[in-house]
């Protein structure tokens, strides 16, 4: 199993920033990959950015320039910075894990954490 916990969602001005975290209950090592995917309501879920354990990266369009996504594997924790923000970033922000277990892998997610830009 991978726990994750995620914090830093909350309500910022169009303009400002916040940093998401999410912590994983085992190494981050053993994940394969790690992302940061978002929903607003009425829309489906969106991939927003991702980590692979070897180090690539991939952003949405929409935030590419924006959000800047990392990891930190003494803490088992990866980030993500999101500077600029705009109302149409607005959505509950969700951690995902792709872990293996034994021989399969699935799929894991964090509770959820509201990202709400307004003026």
């Known amino acids: 199993q991978v726990q994750l916990v995620e914090s830093g969602g909350g309500l910022v001005q169009p303009g400002g920033s916040l940093r998401l975290s999410c912590a994983a209950s085992r190494s981050i090592f053993s994940i394969n990959a790690m992302g940061w995917y978002r929903q607003a309501p009425g829309k489906e879920r969106e991939l927003v950015a991702v980590?692979?354990?070897?180090?690539?990266?991939n952003y949405a369009d929409s935030v590419k320039g924006r959000f800047t996504i990392s990891r930190d594997n003494a803490k088992n924790t990866v980030y993500l910075q999101m500077n600029s923000l705009k109302p149409e970033d607005t959505a509950v922000y969700y951690c995902?894990?792709?872990?293996?277990?034994?021989?399969?892998?699935?799929?894991?997610w964090g509770q959820g954490t509201q990202v709400t830009v307004s003026s």
């Open positions: 980590i692979t354990s070897g180090g690539s990266i």
């Open positions: 995902h894990a792709h872990a293996p277990n034994g021989f399969l892998f699935y799929d894991y």
